[in-house]
């Protein structure tokens, strides 16, 4: 089975703290992504990348940064974060582009 | 501009009763068409695709979709709803539009109540 594992379930952090979230992938993915989820919004894609060192901005990548330094993992990045940072935040890897993404538990990051 | 609505924020079935939940999309071609779920505290889980061919497709969990191109739709179906399907439905689809793009539904929630 893919797994994709994101290091944190819950986080609390202080406005202005740098945060990172941490997600690796077992499965050999070219493809990673990170989506933020808040109700009645779905999914929003902040960053993906396609290959190591490579990234691509997304619907909403401001106050956000991303790292890919190797294959299986991708990092997200909140330089300065802030209140309207709290939400849930969804690591994901897939095979192609327009193929089935799979998806991380999930990190609820509140913001105080 | 594409997109993609589902029209229910949330449904409630009895359990055993059939559930169908609503997925249109704005789009001139045809994309390709997911249903994800996502249980509490959980990532999404890929319940079906459809890509080509067969309109009607078999997923996981008894869950099938039918395809409709006259209507945009991709609607999500399951004969006889079990306790466990209580959990957030999300329509998806890729759009290639000179590259790919995938856009998200804002999700619907199921409740089953006994």
């Known amino acids: 089975d893919v797994k994709v594992t994101q290091s944190s379930r819950y986080l609390v952090k202080r406005t202005g703290e740098k945060v990172f979230l941490e997600c690796v992938q077992d499965?050999?993915?070219?493809?990673m992504f990170w989506y933020r989820q808040d109700p009645g919004l779905g999914l929003r894609l902040i960053y993906f990348?396609?290959?190591?060192?490579?990234?691509e901005k997304g619907d909403i990548p401001e106050g956000y940064s991303v790292s890919r330094e190797k294959k299986e993992r991708f990092s997200l990045i909140l330089e300065s974060a802030s209140t309207n940072q709290t939400s849930m935040y969804l690591c994901?890897?897939?095979?192609?582009?327009?193929?089935?993404?799979?998806f991380g538990q999930g990190t609820r990051l509140t913001v105080v | 501009a594409q997109s993609v609505t589902q029209p229910d924020i949330h449904i409630t079935v009895s359990e055993g009763a059939s559930l169908e939940l609503r997925c249109n999309y704005s789009?001139?071609?045809?994309?390709?068409l997911f249903w994800y779920v996502q249980s509490p505290g959980q990532g999404l889980q890929l319940l079906l695709k459809y890509f080509s061919g067969d309109t009607l497709v078999q997923g996981i969990k008894g869950f099938e979709a039918e395809f409709k191109r006259s209507q945009s739709s991709f609607n999500l179906r399951k004969p006889s709803v079990h306790w466990s399907d209580a959990a957030e439905y999300f329509c998806a689809v890729v759009l290639n539009t000179g590259g790919f793009k995938t856009i998200f539904g804002a999700g619907t929630r199921l409740f089953v109540k006994a």
């Open positions: 789009y001139g071609a045809t994309p390709y």
């Open positions: 990348s396609y290959d190591v060192k490579m990234k």
């Open positions: 994901a890897s897939s095979p192609g582009l327009n193929t089935e993404a799979f």
């Open positions: 499965m050999d993915h070219e493809n």
